[in-house]
């Protein structure tokens, strides 16, 4: 797959990020797009499975939140494949065209400045999840996590402009109240051997990561519109954005293990976990690689839509982390939290509703501006 995609029309881009695709034409152009329609996939899966892998680790006797946290970027490695193969194409036809080789990264130093940044403000992010993953059922913490929508449209709103619809309006406040109710209700879901005042901390550390992810998302959508106003915004770069983040997010969470001595106490809490040795390593391999399918797919969506897009995106899989969370984790799944629940995909139909009504009137005014035009 050559990842050396060009960028989609930055003019328009300058304007205001509302002029980028909406989750209407997301859709509508995955057909003719295979890295739109990867993307998409891996930011499924990865959504859908990550919670689960992370929640199974403290299940199975996992107790390190510090360890957890580096689990959700520590797969940014996987991220030199596509680059290397990418590079090594580049320098082929540079070599062709030119004569000469071509340039290794496509970063400057103020975006790798900027996603550094936003890769601590990650790691952070991570240890919140983590924390709150740890005490909380996973059908609550994802109800819970819906909630960065919330917080995603109000940072863009200030940083990107984004406008906003009735429907978006509409969509963040049913988001608002279905958390709210799981608030109101709270301790009623806890796990054995939890207590009320360790459930009380991880809703508020979940709702922290909520708030932090919402600001995270616009601030890679702005960081990535600043470098469209000097120069092309490739999917190669995009994805040397996501490196980076993932490196300054993992170089954080290393350095809380180190002060937490979590890699000290690693090879005993195998040795004891319930899974057996093989299946904890197993466990860590594969919730770093699905969490990077959920890094990679996230700024994925936001270089061919919009961060507010991206949150829709990442809500969308809240009802199936409930379902196979109750399946697998045999979670208590009540009235409350099923309205709450029923809530959230209010909310999230609402949006799409919204989204669809708004590239319609969009389209039907081009179309009487074309017929009709200004003299």
Known sequence: MEVEMPTQDRAEGQQGKTSKASAWQLTVSAATNPLLVVNFVLLAAGTACGPLLLRAYFVHGGTRKWLSSLLQT????????????????????????????CELFFMTPRLLAASTAIGVMTGVDNFFYAYGQAYLPVSTSSILLSTQLVFTAAFALLLVRQRFAAATVNAVVLLTVGAAMLGMNAGGDRPAGVSAPQYRAGFGMVLGAAALYGLLLPAMELSQARHAARGAVTYTLVVEIQLVIGLSASAFCAIGMIINKDFQE??????????????????????????????????????????????????????????????????????????????????????????????????????????????
Request: charged share 15%; aromatic share 12%.
């Open 74 to 101: 520590a797969g940014w490695p996987l991220l030199l494949v596509p680059l290397c193969a990418s590079f090594f194409s580049r320098r082929r036809r540079h070599l062709q065209d030119h004569g000469s080789s």
């Open 266 to 375: 690693i090879p005993a809490e195998a040795r004891e976990f319930e899974l057996g040795e093989a299946g904890y390593y197993l466990l860590l391999v594969g919730t770093a690689s699905v969490f990077q399918c959920i890094c990679l797919g996230t700024i994925g969506a936001i270089f061919y839509g919009s961060a507010l897009l991206a949150g829709v995106v990442l809500a969308m899989f809240i009802p199936v982390n409930g379902m196979l969370a109750v399946l697998f984790f045999h979670e208590p799944f009540s009235a409350t939290k099923g309205i709450a629940l029923g809530l959230s995909l209010w909310g999230l139909l609402s949006y799409f509703y919204g989204d669809v009504r708004t590239k319609q009137a969009l389209q039907s005014d081009k179309h009487q501006d074309t017929e009709h035009p200004t003299v």
